[in-house]
C-alpha cells in the first residue's frame, strides 16, 4: 500500500505507526497467500464461499469433524459448551453431533436449521 501524501504533515509518532501498521499488514497478507498456496482444494471449506474460499484440509470419509460453539464460552469442558460438529463419514452423508439433543427445523427447500434442545425443555 502507498502512503498518503498528506501523511508528511503528520507528527512523526503518526507516521511511524501508520508505517508499522503497513509493515503488520504486508506480512499478513503474505501469511494468507502462503496459505492458500498450501492447501488444496478439498471438500472442507468456509469464508468467502463465492470469491475466495479457505479450504480445511481433510481426510477421505473418516474421523475429521469440524466443531462449531454455538452456546457458552469457550471451554476445555466439551459439556459446559452447546457445541454441535459435523463430519462426512461415508460419501454424500453428513453427520451431526451435539453436546445435547439436536432440534432440526426446516426453513426452506434446500435449508435445514440446527439448534441444541434448552435445558429447560428437558
Do not use: C
Not at 40 to 52: A, H, K
Request: proline letters at 6%.
Amino acid at each position: 500500500m502507498t502512503a498518503d501524501p498528506r501523511e508528511d504533515r503528520l507528527p512523526k509518532w503518526a507516521q511511524t505507526a501508520l508505517a508499522s501498521e503497513r509493515s503488520k499488514s504486508a506480512a499478513l497478507e503474505r501469511e494468507i497467500g502462503k496459505m492458500r498456496e498450501t492447501v488444496e482444494w478439498s471438500r472442507i471449506s468456509y469464508g468467502d464461499l463465492y470469491g475466495f474460499p479457505q479450504y480445511i484440509p481433510d481426510e477421505r470419509y473418516g474421523p475429521q469433524r469440524v466443531r462449531f460453539t454455538v452456546e457458552g464460552e469457550q471451554s476445555s469442558k466439551y459439556h459446559e459448551t452447546g457445541d454441535i460438529e459435523v463430519s462426512m463419514p461415508e460419501a454424500g452423508v453428513l453427520e451431526l453431533r451435539g453436546s445435547r439433543s439436536l432440534v432440526l427445523r426446516p426453513h426452506v427447500s434446500n435449508v435445514l436449521r440446527v439448534s441444541l434442545r434448552k435445558w429447560s425443555e428437558w
